[in-house]
């Protein structure tokens, strides 16, 4: 493609939040997201794909229950919320973006239904991707001309909890510096498969940061050079971020006493 889109203004940064980010139930899997090819990503005119199920509802500051919360912030209530798949038009350049990569991915020669929702939310675009077309997906937004998507700034990893389904999700934030434009691609998927391709071969900066989602919350990048625990030790059991780990972690020794964990210190009566 060589037609470049006009960028209006670089959005802001995106940040993955609770309330921003959203899940399918089965957008890991093959042919799962919507009803008909090319969901999320239709040309003008087209019907919006089927929503994602997203969003869970936080109570406190982390969830505890009972006596155990420390924070000060027990009586917190945050609803879940769900950005809804959007419609066109998107708004601002994100219009003539998403025709671009359309058509850059019919060249490249994948299906389209491989966007499995578009949404935008705050002022910000983000695709949700079948897991096995990341790679593909992430070569064509670096390599032609009209996206040239040159740096993969961000690679985060997310767990929304045991009561989301597919509640791993992996967060890629691509930056085009040709084009002064940021956007968000998304990857969900089952605790019990938490494999997506690694893109390291595509962007290199990704080696560190994957390296990282896979020691704090246990997602695994098939194709990783070198895909050990960056963080915690070798030997460590389990994965610190996920929201099943303690809350508190392990009990500590400091200046010959065990110290338990913060939720184990104190409760209030």
């Not at 799962?32 to 929503?51: K, Q, V, W």
């Not at 000060?72 to 998107?90: D, N």
């Not at 691509?174 to 019990?192: G, K, N, P, Q």
Request: net charge negative; aromatic share 8%.
């Amino acid at each position: 493609m060589t037609d470049k889109p006009e960028s209006d203004a670089t959005p802001p940064p995106q940040q993955p939040t609770d309330a921003a980010a959203t899940t399918d139930p089965e957008p890991g899997a093959a042919g799962s997201s919507a009803d008909r090819p090319g969901a999320g990503l239709e040309p003008r005119g087209a019907e919006p794909a089927r929503a994602i199920v997203a969003g869970r509802e936080r109570r406190g500051m982390f969830g505890v229950q009972g006596s155990g919360d420390t924070s000060g912030y027990g009586g917190l209530r945050l609803p879940a919320y769900t950005p809804p798949a959007s419609e066109r038009p998107y708004g601002g350049w994100f219009d003539a973006f998403a025709d671009e990569l359309l058509a850059a991915l019919a060249d490249a020669g994948i299906d389209p239904s491989v966007i499995l929702q578009t949404t935008v939310d705050r002022g910000e675009i983000t695709f949700y991707v079948q897991r096995e077309a990341i790679v593909d997906v992430c070569r064509v937004l670096r390599d032609d001309e009209g996206l040239r998507f040159e740096l993969c700034s961000s690679v985060s990893g997310v767990d929304y909890g045991v009561d989301v389904p597919q509640r791993l999700h992996v967060a890629y934030h691509l930056t085009s510096m040709t084009y002064r434009r940021r956007i968000r691609l998304e990857v969900a998927l089952d605790v019990d498969d938490p494999h997506v391709p690694s893109i390291v071969e595509v962007y290199p900066t990704a080696d560190w940061q994957e390296r990282e989602a896979y020691d704090m919350f246990g997602i695994v990048f098939d194709g990783h050079p070198a895909l050990t625990r960056i963080l915690m030790p070798d030997d460590w059991d389990g994965f610190p971020q996920r929201k099943d780990y303690p809350l508190g972690g392990i009990p500590v020794e400091y200046k010959g006493a065990e110290i338990p964990p913060p939720d184990q210190r104190r409760a209030y009566s």
